[in-house]
Nanobody, 120 residues
């Protein structure tokens, strides 16, 4: 069974860059037809898809976050990484990584999530 685990600092100061890594086990991030996603949920709000990287290394981003978001991968470590620049307290959220298959709605595997607080 595929497992995803988020890691990174739990506290980031305003204007800095938030960096999170998702480590994938029991499944390769280069396996055909899978997208690897970052999703967040601010306190008291719904889920927000941030972006993804696919099996070929191609990326897609939410239009509302595109100017501040970058997703990359390290295939040797089977990891993919989120960077969000110029953070504000409004970026405080639970951050999740998740897998989705091409042409299938929804995510089939999720990490447990990690809370990132933006505060000075």
């Amino acid at each position: 069974q595929v497992q995803l685990q988020e890691s990174g600092p739990g506290l980031v100061k305003p204007s800095q860059t938030l960096s999170l890594t998702c480590t994938v086990s029991a499944g390769s991030i280069t396996t055909n037809y899978y997208h690897w996603n970052w999703i967040r949920q601010p306190p008291g709000k719904g889920l927000e898809w941030m972006g993804s990287i696919n099996w070929l290394g191609g990326t897609a981003y939410s239009p509302s976050l595109k100017s501040r978001t970058s997703i990359s991968r390290d295939t040797s470590k089977n990891q993919f990484t989120l960077q969000l620049t110029s953070v504000t307290p409004e970026d405080t959220a639970m951050y999740y990584c998740a897998r989705a298959r091409v042409e299938v709605d929804g995510m089939d595997y999720w990490g447990k999530g990690t809370l990132v607080t933006v505060s000075s």
